[in-house]
């Protein structure tokens, strides 16, 4: 808001050279002297201070006026407005130097951001023209802004290279993930091509951004277990059943319609948000294909969000809060459709490579792109109501047909389940819904009021969901409130029967109650009963009814199946807790009953015949061994006589050829003398000892009397040798390396320190 301008001046900007603005300096002149400064530096940045963006709050909760406040809001959007201005008129690196150091301005940009309105809560603006003329101002300024910061190259003088400028942007927090998000869903729809510009050229100059997108992948599979957490603790209760109220406190009863009304805005937004970012830059849509997030995906649309519409239903009758009531349920319905769209997302990026370039891939990335497709659609089969309202928005028999054009060798048998599987899931509805409006006509009593409510109390859920056959819910709400807002009224109910009765025609229904030519049958089912929205449970019980006949199970056609064989085996058949044979793993173990069998198997082979019986002895008989036998000295099999030692003369000597295994040394020893040495000679073991100590040390270390330096010499007078005054002058050099050198030098110290007493 406020401006100071420096005293120091600056010669015109030139750039001849052609340099970077993170390579260029620029001459200035202070008090006459020069001096060259950086482009990017802190001595461009003007003292301002730049406000942030808040939400109007003109008007109080009973919807008077509050004084004063618009005039503020409106000034306060001015000097945003008139600083973002300057900011853009500011050069190249002067724009620059204040974005890097000055935060208020990056400030500025998250808070309009993160409080400006998005298109869902656009009518929640104040209808006052001068604040929407203010907004709508901002709007295109703040997106300026963002278009320059993503603007690497302006002119050949003002330029940074790409490295550079991905690098400050991500460094510096300028541009995040979170403002990537907010900014495609401010400008995403009304300005696809800008926000696609400014997507393309962050992430060509930083890659780093897809590694914080893939966090955010993470972010956001947590924000659907959240969501879905909340309703997750319902309990089921059976009729008949009592259930204590402390536990139902903390489950999804206790929530009301504001609570209902938060939730709803927060999946829109989140849903909302992430739906217009892929669109704006498709390579993101491939991050978020994985399993996790895309069965998510479908069991939160299977689950969650019906129960949202049945505790809108259950609280909107209660309270009485019609027209909020419409309100969230179209909130709902348009959330509905961005998850479809958000998943249509995921489904498109798989085959668009396919559509858009065929002549680059080759056959092996053709068919794992056509894989994924069909795991995608097969994953999603498993929640009806999820795959049919994917139908209608986009039909996957087209998809289909333009993956077997493209690729000729699709797996037909995995087409033909995909198309069954959806084709059975809306004739299963068509049936339940055919079941519930024969059920609502067999109910039906004569035309009197009282009789009339107990009918519409009775059948109105199926009623609802036999007019829903014919068009979808979305497509329901939307004619009902097209009706309302001429003839508000009017009940849901009378108007959705009206609706079915003229084939959905709003035109004729208006006109025939303004012209009072409604049926009488329809005049008389006019009672204040409201819309109910079909009930899941009853759903799985007309399908039940509905397809009993065409029974499909994992068991059919099995050795127990009663619906296909007259005669079972009841004797394979057990009821109730199997005892086991053994009680534990001792008796397992002790269980011998298996040794009958093998004894059985191995007496086949124990059977041997006799044949020769005679009690002659005649083992030895091919061999000459006995008393006649000739004494063989040679024989290899007959051990040689050894005279026991004790009784043997020792041969003084001959004493070493006794013993062969001893080495020739201790035979040399023994040998000695004509006696043995009990004792070795001590200085022969010495020499052995030392001989071995050197061989460890490989020959280093130790002073023996071969490698000693001799310093004594002869006596005095006499001369000394070469060697004795090279070993002299050797040990004068190397003395420092040895302990107590100088010692007096240190007492010396010691005593001028006061160390030592003198």
Request: aromatic letters at 8%; glycine letters at 4%.
């Amino acid at each position: 808001m406020s401006e100071d301008v420096s005293g120091t001046s600056m010669d015109s900007f030139q750039n001849p050279e052609l340099k970077p603005l993170e390579d260029l300096k620029l001459t200035v002149k202070s008090e006459g002297v020069s001096q060259s400064v950086p482009a990017l530096n802190p001595r461009w940045v003007e003292k301002r201070y730049f406000l942030c963006y808040t939400k109007p709050q003109v008007y109080k909760k009973n919807g008077a006026e509050i004084p004063g406040a618009k005039e503020q809001w409106l000034e306060i959007v001015d000097y945003i407005s008139e600083d973002l201005k300057w900011l853009l008129n500011l050069p190249y690196y002067r724009f620059w130097s204040n974005i890097l150091y000055q935060k208020s301005i990056r400030k500025t940009l998250s808070s309009f951001l993160q409080n400006a309105p998005p298109y869902y809560l656009i009518d929640h603006f104040p209808k006052i023209a001068e604040m929407r003329s203010a907004l709508d101002k901002l709007f295109h300024i703040v997106l300026l802004v963002y278009v320059r910061l993503v603007t690497t190259k302006e002119s050949p003088e003002n330029y940074m290279t790409s490295s550079f400028h991905g690098n400050m942007l991500y460094n510096n927090y300028i541009l995040t993930i979170p403002a990537l998000l907010d900014l495609s869903q401010l400008y995403g729809r009304q300005n696809a091509k800008i926000v696609e510009r400014i997507m393309k050229n962050l992430f060509e100059i930083q890659p780093l951004y897809n590694s914080d997108l893939k966090q955010f992948r993470a972010l956001f599979f947590a924000m659907m277990r959240r969501m879905e957490k909340k309703f997750d603790d319902r309990r089921v209760i059976l009729p008949g059943n009592v259930i204590r109220i402390s536990d139902t406190k903390g489950s999804s009863s206790e929530m009301q319609l504001d609570g209902i009304e938060k939730f709803a805005l927060t999946m829109l937004d989140v849903f909302s948000t992430i739906t217009v970012f892929l669109d704006n830059y498709p390579p993101a849509a491939k991050l978020f294909n994985r399993d996790k997030i895309t069965a998510k995906i479908v069991s939160f649309y299977g689950n969650t969000v019906p129960e949202v519409y049945n505790k809108l239903v259950d609280l909107a009758y209660k309270d009485d809060c019609i027209e909020k009531y419409l309100k969230l349920k179209h909130l709902l319905n348009v959330t509905r459709i961005e998850i479809l769209k958000f998943y249509r997302a995921i489904v498109y990026s798989t085959f668009k490579d396919i559509i858009e370039d065929t002549n680059s891939l080759t056959e092996v990335d053709i068919r794992s792109q056509v894989d994924e497709y069909f795991n995608l659609i097969t994953r999603a089969l498993s929640e009806k109501i999820f795959i049919n309202d994917y139908h209608r928005h986009y039909p996957v028999d087209l998809d289909i047909d333009i993956l077997q054009q493209t690729c000729p060798k699709i797996d037909l048998t995995r087409c033909e389940f995909i198309l069954q599987s959806v084709c059975a899931g809306e004739k299963e509805v068509e049936k339940i819904l055919n079941t519930a409006s024969d059920s609502d006509k067999a109910i039906a009593g004569p035309s009197k009021v009282p009789e009339a409510r107990a009918s519409t109390s009775t059948g109105g859920a199926s009623t609802s969901k036999a007019n829903s056959s014919d068009r979808t819910e979305v497509e329901l709400v939307s004619f009902i409130s097209e009706v309302k807002d001429i003839l508000n009224h009017l009940d849901e109910g009378f108007i959705q029967r009206c609706l079915k009765h003229y084939n959905y025609d709003t035109a004729a229904v208006i006109n025939a109650v303004l012209e009072d030519s409604v049926p009488a049958h329809l005049k008389e089912d006019n009672s204040v009963a409201p819309k109910i929205p079909p009930d899941p449970e009853e759903a799985s019980v007309a399908v039940d009814l509905a397809i009993g006949a065409q029974r499909l199970n994992v068991f059919d056609n099995d050795e127990f199946d009663i619906m296909t064989k007259d005669v079972v085996d009841t004797s394979r058949i057990h009821r109730g807790k199997r005892k086991d044979k053994h009680k534990n793993l001792n008796d397992l173990l002790n269980d011998k009953s298996h040794n009958k069998n093998l004894k059985d198997m191995y007496a086949k082979y124990s059977i041997v015949t006799d044949d020769y019986d005679d009690e002659y002895d005649d083992t030895y008989e091919s061999h000459d061994a006995g008393l006649n036998a000739r004494d063989l000295s040679t024989e290899q099999d007959v051990r040689p006589f050894t005279t026991p030692r004790i009784f043997l003369t020792r041969d003084r000597n001959a004493a070493a050829s006794e013993d062969e295994v001893d080495s020739e040394d201790e035979g040399a020893a023994r040998t000695q003398n004509g006696k043995d040495q009990f004792v070795h000679d001590p200085a022969e073991l010495r020499a052995r000892q030392e001989q071995r100590w050197q061989s460890k040390r490989g020959g280093r270390g130790g002073t023996t009397q071969s490698n000693r330096r001799d310093v004594v010499g002869k006596p005095k007078g006499q001369g000394q040798d070469t060697a004795v005054l090279t070993n002299r002058d050797n040990k004068n050099t190397n003395k420092a390396t040895r302990a107590n050198h100088n010692r007096r030098t240190g007492a010396q110290w010691k005593r001028r320190q006061g160390m030592v007493p003198s």
